[in-house]
């Protein structure tokens, strides 16, 4: 009887202190927020952080999703039990999880710029973000375990960190934007430090079963400093700072690369047959035009049977691949030929190659139409020497560069890129060379 009381009691307390804090000063409620912060930088050995690879670790991670999805009434239940949608389907899409005792209890996804887009530019303009030096990755599909949403973000911070590590060393991202419920973005913006793309809020965004949407973006090359700021002077459960840069956590399981490459597709034509046409009618139920953009996403022979046929398209088509571009983010030393004994040694760093040539930053001046010889670490383990030739500049000290005859090293690194599908292939890039 007694509790049947409380409860109610507490509830009206609760809402009453709420609407008391919003009627603070934007920064003194951001700086509550801050306050609170949970980030423990010595997490229980229990938890685990990696990519879901796995067809039980994905349908785990979708499962949760639907359960908290269905639970903000940002979708309804659907009959499969999980929330898969197309993006998830694209090899350009990560999904990371966090698991406890080996059960999955948080996921996110790292959503890359493709054909497709990202799934917040149907309502956001992304154009001004766009003209910005950096890539662009969406954050989307957030969920944490119900038993573990009110223990001080022993989940969610591990999470966030292991997206932060990813996206900046592995991701190749410079600018995360996000889409979230307006009930939430102050907590993105007081802890992260997100900036809203427009004070508008979305009233409808269909992505979510119609309910309304802020978006907002945070520049990761920016954010430590930021972090520093307001950060640094708490104590280290509070200090977000240290936890971001500096705390190294061995609950992190960062992907083993052989090649630096920047995503890390998982999708084998099982897995993509299992998730989008078995448990799910994803892709029948697609448009046309997105049927075709798939299929020239996944235009290999192994993955027709089970991509959603194209009217009046000819499946069987041989696909030609000659001009794919892949992102990479190599570092390399090109090494130009003086009147001195030595070169001249200028640093690039590539971030897409073709079959026949790269594209690169450089920070100085590279002449063009000379040839050079250009040293290039492809992976920890694997370095290429390849005489190139700088055929064209373009904004921001970017270079395109044409191949000379390459080397062993390249041929299976690119042989694997064309001919492969998942990360996995990149480790046995041997069985790609033609005999």
């Known amino acids: 009887m007694i509790r049947k009381l409380v409860l109610p009691v507490r509830k009206l307390l609760s809402g009453t202190l709420r609407k008391l804090f919003n009627f603070l000063p934007r920064e003194r409620r951001f700086a509550v927020y801050r306050n609170f912060v949970d980030c423990d930088p010595a997490p229980n050995a229990s938890l685990e952080l990696k990519i879901a690879d796995t067809q039980e670790e994905l349908e785990a991670c979708f499962t949760l999703l639907h359960d ?100 900046t060393t592995f991701f190749d991202t410079r600018h995360l934007v996000i889409a979230v419920n307006p009930s939430h973005i102050e907590m993105y913006e007081s802890l992260l430090f997100f900036k809203r793309l427009t004070q508008k809020v979305v009233e409808n965004y269909d992505f979510v079963n119609g309910a309304p949407a802020v978006g907002a973006t945070l520049d990761l090359s920016t954010a430590p400093e930021i972090f520093r700021k307001h950060y640094s002077s708490k104590p280290p459960k509070r200090n977000l700072y240290a936890f ?142 390849i005489y190139v030739l700088a055929t064209r500049e373009s904004a921001n000290g970017i270079y395109d560069f044409e191949l000379g005859e390459p080397d062993l090293i390249w041929r299976k690194f690119v042989n694997a890129l064309y001919r492969g599908s998942t990360q996995a292939d990149l480790e046995n890039a041997t069985r790609f060379m033609s005999g």
């Open 244 to 385: 971001f840069t500096e705390v190294r956590l061995p609950n992190i399981k960062l992907p083993p690369r052989r090649f630096y490459t920047t995503n890390d597709p998982v999708l084998t034509p099982e897995l993509l047959d299992h998730f989008f046409n078995v448990r799910t009618k994803v892709f029948m139920q697609l448009s046309d035009r997105k049927k075709k953009l798939l299929h020239k996403i996944y235009d290999l022979p192994a993955y027709r049977a089970v991509l959603p046929p194209v009217p009046g398209g000819n499946q069987e088509a041989a696909v030609d691949r000659s001009h794919r571009r892949f992102s990479i983010r190599c570092p390399a030393k090109f090494l130009l030929p003086t009147l001195d004994a030595a070169p001249c040694k200028l640093r690039l760093e590539i971030f897409e190659i073709s079959r026949y040539g790269f594209r690169a930053h450089s920070q100085e001046s590279i002449p063009l139409d000379v040839w050079g010889e250009a040293i290039i670490q492809l992976g920890p383990s694997e370095i290429s020497q």
């Open 68 to 167: 908290a999805y269905v639970g903000s009434k940002f979708m309804n239940p659907d009959p499969s039990g999980m929330r898969v949608t197309i993006y998830h389907a694209l090899p350009t899409t990560t999904t990371l999880c966090a698991k406890y005792d080996g059960e999955v209890v948080g996921t996110l996804s790292l959503i890359r710029e493709s054909v497709l887009g990202f799934p917040l530019q149907r309502i956001f303009d992304l154009t001004a973000l766009r003209e910005k030096k950096g890539n662009i990755a969406e954050v989307s599909a957030l969920a944490i375990h119900r038993r573990f949403r009110r223990t001080g973000g022993s989940i969610l911070f591990p999470l966030m960190k292991f997206m932060y590590e990813y996206c």
